[in-house]
């Protein structure tokens, strides 16, 4: 006859044996999620990113006669009475806010949304920095499109890293304001 102890060792084993299975098909079911959630952002920003529209806009925001002298010039020339011009920039560099977030927090991978072509967005930065800090410092504070800062500081972080010549190129546009 079987005895009792066996009996209630092997119910012991079998419950614990299924608690890790359990926990071994949560954890594999979460992983896969979290996979798809990171694959389901990235989907939306590049669609919005390499959409006619959107770069139709990154297009606009780079024309080299879009020049200003200081906070005040900018806003008179491409604010809230250039209704067209207002929608382009607000749309980026939320967009690029946006990113730095999602970056910031760990919600997709900083090297996935650079290989997607987030690296654009340090011209970007470089271009409108004047203006986003002294807009800082007139009307909105620190945190005026910070998470937009850190993105483009981690878009050149690897870019350098990828390409030790971009310093150069990148001066020469900081000197002339294009390629």
Known sequence: MVDL???????????????CVAAAYYII????NMKAKEMEIC????????SDTGMQTY????????EWKDHNDFMK???????????????WFLLADTLGYIVKNKI???ETIYDLGGWGFIRVWEKYKGFILSRREVAYGSDFYASFEYFAGEML????????????RLEQFRETGGP
């Open 5 to 19: 102890a066996l009996l209630q060792s092997v119910s012991y084993i079998a419950g614990a044996l299924g608690v």
């Open 29 to 32: 079911n979460l992983r896969i």
């Open 43 to 50: 989907r939306y920003i590049t669609d919005r990113m390499t």
């Open 59 to 66: 297009g606009i925001l780079m024309q080299k006669n879009v």
């Open 77 to 91: 020339k491409y604010g809230y009475d250039n209704v067209e011009f207002f929608g382009h920039w607000t749309s």
């Open 108 to 110: 997709a991978r900083v």
């Open 157 to 168: 972080r690897i870019k350098k890293g990828r390409d030790a010549s971009f310093g150069a």
